[in-house]
RNA sequence: GGAGGAAUGGCCGAGUGGUUUAAGGCGGCGGUCUUGAAAACCGUUGUUGGGGAAACUCAACCGGGGGUUCGAAUCCCUCUUCCUCCGCCA
């Protein structure tokens, strides 16, 4: 939700930022909507204050044992008259927050403006791809054909976009999330959290996936429960309503399976496990100070990065353009994974700072003491995966693949795995 | 699932319809005293929104929502969470 105040401000700058990603009509309405939800209010609070004075009288002249039936009728009259201003209240109140609801985030002013990902930026490419003597195979070839990794029985269990990891598969992807906790918990400064897997709607208002992107969730049939697209969700929402009294950042990260409709993306990336309705994801979540925000998330890039450079795999760093972000971002960086059997760089990691978007939304304040009085202010809130384990396993078969159809392990994941390959068996030797 | 009980400021806690304009305590902050500190004493201390250059002022907030009333922390309805007990259960 955008400061009303800073656009109250700001209005045709702010307008012009958001070219592209808010429809003009609805920053006018926003305005006129909170224009009338201001008149009303003055208007009722001052005939709430009359019936407040009136109340004071009554109390006195009763105590003195004096009739107040004539302040009494007066009150019962003006009260009435805010009565049924309450409903324009109301009605003003409503239609003021459904508008802020559904104005994106402004986007920072080093995001380049675009209207879709053609303006991104490349920032940053690390290590290259590996040459192969050999025509490198995608992981839908690779996984099949050792054994660990199985769409048909999935599809029978469940449906499309569904896989089963097997042996050396379901252990390689408990690996690796071991191994992000481990590296984010002992070295990063993160403290692990383990959340629930399903929220309400009221904290997925807090981070902005309702009530614009409901399609992309599941619903849990006759509650107000959702399965969790992102711990993005459970983690920044659990210090809503709060004021965070310790020092500044808090840094949480969790792993969690995350749970999409994909409604929409029918047709994109249907091969593989790129694109699944649940997936394994170890997330980075930030509460920050907004005067170093913008460090925190470089800072939390630098993190989801260390992962891939110690899996020594190849990687481009994009900052989205103003187009091409999500709603509640302020400024995102994409970390894209080099896969050579699809022979692109892929989505592995989105790290985003959500400026105090989100925490006005989920209430989440800090004690600021740097002033005279100390002040209760937003935080900003920043999150990013680190990493997304199932596209780190896709990853790790396609560019660790072997000539004789086994899959060399990353040195780093070898104490986890007590293995250094996977065999064109499927063993893990 | 059943039966009871509870929810008040950063924390504890009083308050069953009208100077509650939320007592009192703890903690925090400022001061007096002291070489310094402690103790003692005095003062101060919530959030959100409106108006104002400011001093200040008005409104709302006692778990959430709704209602009764001239007036609600207090009465009624409803939801949520926590506690105790019973049942079931990994």
Same mark, same amino acid.
């Given at each position: ?14 307008? *012009?930022?958001?070219?592209? #990603? ?13 224009? #009338? ?72 002013? /080093? ?35 050792? =054994?660990? +990794? &199985? ?49 309400? /709607? ?12 409901? &399609? ?5 049939? =006759? %509650? ?13 929402? +659990? !210090?809503?309503?709060? %004021? ?8 949480? %990260? ?10 929409? /993306? !029918?047709? #994109?990336?249907?091969? =593989?496990?790129?694109?699944?309705? *649940?997936? *394994? ?27 891939? *450079? ?28 080099? +896969? ?26 800090? #004690? ?15 999150? =990013? ?14 560019? !660790? ?13 070898? %104490?986890? +795995? ?12």
């Amino acid at each position: 939700m955008l400061d009303l105040n800073r656009l109250r401000r700001d209005f045709d700058a702010l307008k *012009q930022r958001l070219e592209g #990603r808010a429809d003009p009509a609805l920053l006018d309405e926003f305005v006129r909507a909170d224009e #009338r939800r201001r008149a009303a209010v003055a208007e009722i609070e001052e005939l709430k204050r009359q019936v407040n004075e009136i109340s004071a009288q009554v109390a006195r002249a009763k105590k003195a044992g004096e009739d107040a039936g004539d302040a009494i009728a007066k009150s019962k009259e003006i009260g009435q008259r805010a009565k049924a201003l309450e409903e324009d209240v109301k009605s003003a109140d409503d239609a003021q927050h459904d508008l802020a609801t559904r104005i994106p985030n402004v986007p920072h002013e /080093s995001v380049p403006a675009g209207k879709d990902e053609s303006a991104n930026i490349e920032t940053r490419r690390w290590g290259s791809p590996k040459e192969y003597s050999f025509v490198p195979q995608a992981h839908w070839d690779i996984g099949p054909r050792l =054994g660990i +990794l &199985d769409f048909e029985r999935a599809a029978k269990i469940t449906g499309s976009r569904f896989a089963v990891y097997m042996g050396a598969g379901a252990k390689l992807e408990r690996a690796l999330i071991n191994f992000f906790l481990d590296v984010h918990t002992s070295e990063h400064g993160y403290t692990e959290v383990l959340p629930p897997f399903v929220a309400n /709607s009221n904290a997925l208002m807090g981070t902005g996936q309702l009530p614009k992107f409901a &399609d992309d969730l599941f619903k849990l049939e =006759g %509650t107000d429960y959702w399965l969790i697209p992102t711990a993005e969700v459970p983690l920044t929402n +659990l !210090y809503a309503d709060e %004021t965070l009294e310790g020092e500044l950042p808090v840094k949480l %990260t969790a792993y969690t399976p995350c749970f999409r409709s994909e409604a929409g /993306s !029918y047709g #994109r990336d249907v091969r =593989g496990i790129i694109r699944q309705h *649940q997936f *394994q994801k170890v997330e980075l979540v930030k509460f920050a100070h907004p005067e170093t925000s913008y460090e925190e998330l470089e800072s939390l890039t630098a993190d989801a990065e260390d992962i891939l *450079q110690r899996l020594g795999l190849p990687y481009r760093k994009m900052t989205l353009s103003s187009g091409d972000m999500g709603f509640s971002a302020a400024k995102t960086y994409d970390l894209e994974v080099w +896969l050579p059997g699809l022979g692109e760089y892929k989505e592995i990691s989105s790290c985003s700072n959500f400026e105090d978007f989100q925490a006005r939304r989920a209430k989440i304040r800090f #004690r600021d003491n740097s002033g005279p009085k100390p002040k209760a202010r937003l935080v900003h809130t920043l999150n =990013g995966s680190g990493l997304a384990v199932g596209r780190t396993w896709v990853a790790i078969l396609e560019n !660790y693949q072997q000539a004789d159809g086994g899959v060399e392990i990353p040195v780093a994941l070898r %104490t986890y +795995l007590n293995a250094e390959r996977i065999t064109p068996e499927g063993a893990l030797v």
